[in-house]
């Protein structure tokens, strides 16, 4: 099992970035790596993926302002986010692809407007 530790997250204006990481606890050389997020009273939803040879996709919400990247090497997965909207308030995961691993604590990202 893979353990998952989520971090960047806080308190962030409208329009502005933020940074999150995401280190795992053994190689995600051979795993596709997601990017979720959780808003209050909502589902959790993918919002970005990138594969093992490097190819993204990400949710129509978040297409064009979030960057998704991975250095194997340090087992690390991250998510760059720009020019972030209220609507992007939300606990942020990271997971398999697949979302099939333990879920971490996730990281609180707050956008206030």
């Known amino acids: 099992q893979v353990q998952l530790v989520e971090s960047g997250g806080g308190l962030v204006q409208a329009g502005g970035s933020r940074r999150l990481s995401c280190a795992a606890s053994?190689?995600?050389?051979?795993?596709?790596m997601g990017w979720y997020r959780q808003a209050p009273g909502k589902q959790r939803e993918r919002v970005a993926v990138?594969?093992?040879?490097?190819?993204?996709n990400y949710a129509d919400s978040v297409k064009g302002r979030f960057t998704i990247s991975r250095d194997n090497a340090k087992n690390t997965v991250y998510l760059q986010m720009n020019s972030l909207k209220p609507e992007d308030t939300a606990v942020y995961y990271c997971n398999s692809g697949l979302g099939q691993w333990s879920w971490g604590q996730g990281t609180q990202v707050t956008v206030s407007s």
């Open positions: 990138i594969t093992t040879i490097g190819a993204t």
């Open positions: 053994r190689s995600i050389r051979l795993n596709s």
